[in-house]
């Protein structure tokens, strides 16, 4: 610091050396200023170093894009669409955009952070309702560690979507983070049905009308669980003027007796017979498949004698097998081959109830040449009421138009039987063709 009391004994002697008014008024003009000054410089603290300029110029130099981290969140997009493809996707779009992470000055970090963001653009089919892909894919977020961060919905004149928001945990010991978005945007509803005049129907040729048969949409309703009794429900579904497909537990060891009886009723009167296959599910033993199921740590030779004795005990009635639960079984590979080769040797097809959205049945279905398709949605989950059957029946009719044929599975149940007798008629006027699941196999 200058020695201020030296200055000021010099300016006083000068004074008294010129005493001169000028030099008085400049010397009265200086001392305030020196004042002021002094004042000025004591208060003023001690300068200190900018703690954070070493880490501005560090990550202008250095910049760290983890690539674990991005593998995962491509990872996760996929589960999101996959799940989104059990349900209907008319066309989606995804950006990969990249974020950059600010450093968290408490916990002394240096580096800036860049990681990918994805945002999914999802157009859903005009028959899966929005709040349906809503759930179905925070379901699947769920199961893969993904954290719902928020969700809203967007309605005004020019866009109607649901948006999610997704956290996954973070990197370099930071908290969670956005990763993942969806966009999921509501389906146009589809044309409307335009059904021909009596008088133009009566005028068509039977050439026409040949050439015309083969485009009619197609539907396949396969009926679970017959086989606890030969009841009055059971014989009112046989009796439904329609080509239902009936699918039988097998009787094992005589829990299912009146199977065999079922088996014969419905092939007489002219209904296609599948078996009904037990399978471990992912709950068991919370959830029991039944007597003679299929479990994945069964020997392969176990396996193999209890597929072919359920076949034999209802042959020569069956045309397929489709699963009975199994959502553990239809996603192991060695269970699913043994099934394949079976039903290529005994010329019988398979359908996947798809009651796990990972089931490889499909799959190795088309690897081992067996003819095959998928459930699409079941019309009657727990607690379905008639008119909740009747609009996913309705559901189907407007897939099976989109897509030439479709196949969906119900269950034994005086609810199903009053809304199948009620809503099939209905169907049949729009122009959909019900028939037994082997005509529109893959």
């Known amino acids: 610091m200058p020695n201020f009391s030296s200055i000021f004994s010099s300016i006083l002697e ?10 008085m008024i400049i010397a009265g003009s200086i001392i305030p200023i020196l004042l002021i000054f002094i004042i000025l410089y004591v208060m003023m603290p001690d300068p ?28 996760l997009d996929g589960y999101l669409l996959a799940a989104l493809e059990t349900i209907g996707i008319q066309k989606s779009s995804v950006d990969t955009l990249v974020k950059t992470a600010s450093p968290d000055s408490t916990k002394d970090e240096t580096d800036r952070i860049k990681r990918l963001l994805i945002v999914r653009k999802v157009y859903l089919k005009h028959f899966v309702p ?45 908290d969670s983070v956005h990763t993942n978005t969806i966009l999921l945007y509501p389906g146009a509803p589809p044309a409307p049905i335009v059904r021909p ?6 005028k068509k040729s039977q050439r026409s009308r040949a050439v015309d048969n083969p485009s009619r949409p197609k539907l396949g309703i396969v009926i679970d669980d017959f086989g606890v009794a030969f009841s009055q429900l059971t014989k009112d579904f046989i009796d439904l003027p329609y080509n239902l497909t009936f699918s039988i537990l097998p009787p094992n060891d005589g829990t299912y007796k009146a199977s065999p ?17 037990p399978m471990e599910p992912k709950t068991y033993p919370s959830d029991y498949p039944g007597p003679g199921a299929i479990y994945v740590d069964d020997s392969p030779e176990i396996k193999k004698q209890l597929i072919q004795a359920h076949i034999k005990q209802l042959t020569p009635y069956l045309k397929g097998v489709n699963n ?17 080769e079976i039903l290529k040797d005994k010329g019988l097809y398979f359908v996947d109830s798809k009651t ?6 499909a799959k190795l279905a088309a690897q081992n040449n067996v ?41 034994i149940s005086r609810t199903t039987y009053n809304a199948l007798e009620s809503k099939l008629p209905d169907l049949k006027k729009q122009g959909i063709e019900m028939v037994p699941v082997s005509q529109i196999l893959h």
């Open 371 to 411: 003819r095959c398709r998928e459930n699409w949605f079941f019309i009657d989950p727990g607690g379905a009421n008639e008119e909740y059957i009747k609009k996913k029946l309705q559901e189907a009719a407007d897939i099976a138009r989109e897509r030439g044929s479709i196949v969906v599975i119900g269950h």
């Open 324 to 340: 009975h639960m199994g959502s553990r079984a239809t996603m192991d590979e060695n269970t699913m081959q043994i099934l394949m």
């Open 261 to 277: 009886k079922i088996a014969k009723a419905a092939y007489d009167k002219k209904k296609e017979v599948i078996l009904h296959l």
């Open 14 to 23: 000068a004074i008294r050396r010129n005493s001169g008014k000028k030099l």
């Open 130 to 174: 929005i709040e349906v892909a809503n759930l179905e894919v925070m379901n699947r977020a769920e199961e893969h560690g993904l954290d719902l961060e928020d969700a809203l919905e967007i309605r005004n004149s020019k866009d109607h979507y649901v948006r999610i928001w997704f956290r996954r945990d973070g990197w370099f010991g930071r």
């Open 197 to 202: 005049s009596p008088t133009a129907s009566k």
């Open 356 to 361: 796990s959205r990972e089931s490889i049945g």
């Open 48 to 75: 200190q170093p900018d703690p954070q300029s070493d880490s501005i110029k560090s990550e202008s130099d250095s910049t760290i894009a983890d690539t674990t981290f991005d593998e995962m969140t491509l990872e």
